[in-house]
């Protein structure tokens, strides 16, 4: 495969040609935050939390998807970057509904964990807020919509990986929403003995079914003073 020159953050590199941005980067020890990347899926670019400065285009460009071209230059932490990162992550915050300390999750939450990196607080956007009932039918997996994110990931490991295409996408806009079937809760004997979607949730929006009585497993928070 031929070398193509692209200058990242100032810096000429000289990488594989076909490779996106993000694979450019992450070689060159750049690290572009993602929320709905999975190297071993296909790339949807839905979250954008990957956006980059790219010279010539006017708006920016997620990184996930868009291959390098010879010449190209990138910036990827621009202060127009990084504001655009942090608008995107504190609208997906608008419009979360997980409380962090009843979640399974809340140690390793990828959502979590991008907000402290880009120092993204409260949000300021008033918005509603997605609240969806608790779905523990199955005796295989327990989805909890209130925490889903919309990054596709369940979506694609389920289609690419297991190959049982159980979830769709339904709806527009906001009222967006990962389904099954015909938009009812899950309860799918293709989901037996499967979990392959459980640890691509970047939240805390599927968990395997628990004894409420059984003692929670895991480290605990460390609080810094």
């Given amino acids: 495969m031929a070398n193509i020159n692209v200058t990242i953050n100032g810096a000429q590199l000289s990488v594989n040609e076909g490779v996106t941005i993000l694979e450019a980067a992450r070689e060159s020890g750049i690290d572009i935050p993602t929320l709905c990347y999975i190297a071993e899926l296909a790339p949807t670019g839905a979250c954008r939390v990957c956006v980059v400065e790219v010279e010539g285009p006017r708006t920016l460009i997620a990184a996930c998807h868009m291959p390098v071209t010879q010449g190209m230059v990138i910036q990827t932490h621009s202060p127009r970057v990084l504001e655009a990162r942090r608008a995107i992550v504190e609208l997906l915050l608008a419009s979360h509904c997980g409380s962090c300390y009843m979640c399974e999750k809340a140690n390793i939450c990828e959502l979590r964990q991008i907000a402290a990196d880009l120092d993204v607080g409260l949000p300021r956007f008033p918005t509603s807020r997605r609240y969806y009932p608790m779905e523990d039918v199955s005796p295989y997996i327990v989805r909890d919509l209130t925490k889903c994110i919309l990054c596709r990931r369940c979506v694609m490991a389920c289609n690419e990986i297991a190959k049982k295409h159980v979830y769709?996408?339904?709806?527009?806009?906001?009222?967006?929403?990962?389904i099954v079937n015909f938009d009812e809760a899950i309860n799918t004997e293709a989901c037996k003995d499967c979990g392959i979607c459980i640890p691509?949730?970047?939240t805390g929006a599927l968990r395997t079914p628990e004894d409420i009585h059984q003692e929670k497993k895991g480290t605990p928070l460390v609080i810094k003073g």
């Fill in 200 to 202: 691509y949730c970047p």
């Fill in 168 to 178: 769709g996408i339904a709806y527009r806009g906001f009222a967006s929403k990962i």
